[in-house]
C-alpha cells in the first residue's frame, strides 16, 4: 500500500521557523514530488531564540532564513507574524489563519501536537486545528471566499517524539537530504546548538528521522496521527 499526494494540497502550519524541518518537511517534500502543491504558514516570529552572541533584529533573519528554506523546497511560504510567546487561541488568531487556509486552499493541514512541549506548538495546534472548521463556515468572514470543503487534519510528531504515539508513518527516505538543506538555512538556531537547552538541531532531526524509520521499517520517517474528529479525518 502507497499514499499518493497528487493533486493534494498540503499546508503545514508550524510555531517557528525551522520546526517544518524536524517535523514534516520530509512529507512535504514528498507531497510536492508526487504532483501536490505544498505550502508552510509560520505563526510566530522565531524573534526571541537568541544564540549566545546576541543577533540585532533576529525575527527579520528567521524570515530570510526560512523564506530560503522555503524556496529550496519550492513551497509557498505564509507568514502569521506573532512574536515568540506571545501566540494565543483567539478570535483574531483564528480569522488570520482561516484567511491563509482560504488562500492556499488545502486538502490537508499538517499540524502540531495537542501533547507538545512548547506552548507556542500547542497554541499553534489549536489554531490549526479550530481554523480548519472555520475556514468552510461562510458565517465566519474573512477577504477571502469560504471553502467549500474543510481540509483534513494529521497532527505531526512531537519535538524528540515525547508522549506522541504515532497513527502511521510516512517513509521519507528519499527525501532526508531535502530536510537537511532546510535545516542548513536557519544559520542563527544553528548557532544555539550547543545550548544545553537545545542541543545539536541536525543530531535531533536525523536521529528522529531513523528512530521513526526504524518503527516503520524503512530508512527515514516522519510520524503522524490523523484528527479523530468528525469531517476532519478524510479518504485517502
Sequence with gaps: ????????????????????ETLCAGTLARAK??????????????????????????GSV???EM???????????YWAG????????????????????RRFRPTLVLAHSPEDYHPDHRAASAIAEAAS????????????AALATAPAVWFMDTIHMNKFEPGFFIDIGNYAEVKTRMLACHRSQIRRSGDADLGSLEDGMHLQARARGLQAGVEAAEAFRIHRAFKRIGAW
Excluded at 514530488?33 to 544564540?51: L, N, R, S, W, Y
Excluded at 515568540?84 to 487556509?101: G, H
Aim: charged share 30%.
Design 133 to 144: 472548521w472555520l475556514c468552510a463556515s461562510k458565517g465566519n468572514k474573512t477577504r477571502s
Design 67 to 77: 523564506t530560503a528554506a522555503a524556496k529550496l523546497l519550492g513551497a509557498t511560504l
Design 82 to 101: 506573532f512574536g515568540d510567546a506571545e501566540l494565543a487561541d483567539d478570535r483574531p488568531s483564528r480569522l488570520k489563519l482561516v484567511e491563509v487556509y
Design 62 to 64: 528567521r524570515r530570510r
Design 33 to 58: 514530488d508526487e504532483g501536490a502543491a505544498v505550502a508552510i504558514c509560520v505563526m510566530c516570529k522565531g524573534d526571541k531564540g537568541q544564540p549566545r552572541r546576541q543577533i540585532k533584529n533576529l
Design 1 to 20: 500500500m502507497k499514499l499518493d499526494f497528487a493533486n493534494d494540497r498540503v499546508l503545514a502550519v508550524v510555531a517557528h521557523p525551522d520546526d517544518a
